[in-house]
């Protein structure tokens, strides 16, 4: 079984500051991890993705994530918050034997104050 | 390549009717995947197709809920019988299994609303 927890429904922080989401991952194989940005009313755009690669993943947009299996995290970063970052985020898990789809937590949504 | 199609964007019907949502996936992209997202929460898989083959359901998708993809391309959700609880986004995405599994790509929904 895989699950994602995501610690805060809600993160705000002032422009410039470092934007730091939560993501805790639970999965009996080892995963395949994700996060994804959502704008209102529109579909999932893919930031970053760990495969089983380097630990330390780069997206779009300034954003990373780091793989910690000891810790079983998977928190994404941004070290200066910019207004258009404003947004839903979601984490997702995976097997990485491609049987299964993803599973997403319940999402953070993060405000960025000017 | 104009990316993954949902049809229609906002559908609004009476508790016991029929819906059906279209999804036209990228073209390349042998995988096809639906979920649904509900006010709050993240998106919760419902089923997804290799080709025309189901491979997989969610417990969520219950009797009332039936999907096809019947040549490989395009895919219908339909829910039969509407609840008010299947108020909801319903998301389409498509990725190709042999290129990139996990490079999905989303449509932008169907918000579906029960009254």
């Known amino acids: 079984a895989q699950s994602v927890t995501q610690l805060g429904s809600h993160v705000s922080v002032s422009e410039g500051a470092l934007v730091l989401l939560r993501c805790n991952y639970s999965?009996?194989?080892?995963?395949?991890l994700f996060w994804y940005v959502q704008y209102p009313n529109q579909g999932l755009q893919l930031l970053l993705k760990?495969?089983?690669?380097?630990?330390l993943v780069k997206g779009i947009n300034g954003f990373e994530a780091e793989f910690k299996k000891s810790e079983t995290s998977f928190h994404l970063t941004k070290p200066s918050a910019h207004m258009s970052d404003a947004a839903e985020y979601f984490c997702?898990?995976?097997?990485?034997?491609?049987?299964?789809?993803?599973?997403f937590g319940s999402g953070t949504r993060l405000q960025v104050q000017p | 390549d104009t990316g993954v199609s949902q049809d229609p964007r906002h559908k609004i019907t009476k508790r016991g009717q029929n819906v059906t949502f279209r999804c036209d996936p990228i073209?390349?992209?042998?995988?096809l995947y639906w979920y649904r997202q509900t006010l709050g929460q993240g998106p919760e898989f419902l089923t997804y197709?290799?080709?025309?083959?189901?491979?997989?359901k969610s417990r969520l998708l219950s009797d009332r809920f039936s999907a096809e993809r019947p040549k490989g391309s395009f895919s219908t959700l339909e829910i039969q019988r509407t609840e008010q609880g299947d108020s909801a986004m319903y998301l389409c995405?498509?990725?190709?299994?042999?290129?990139?599994?996990?490079?999905?790509?989303f449509g932008s929904g169907t918000r579906l609303t029960v009254v």
């Open positions: 197709f290799q080709n025309e083959a189901q491979l997989e």
């Open positions: 760990y495969t089983s690669a380097a630990t």
């Open positions: 997702a898990v995976s097997e990485g034997t491609g049987r299964r789809a993803l599973t």
């Open positions: 999965s009996s194989v080892p995963p395949y």
């Open positions: 995405a498509s990725s190709s299994w042999d290129r990139d599994l996990y490079g999905y790509t």
């Open positions: 073209s390349e992209h042998n995988r």
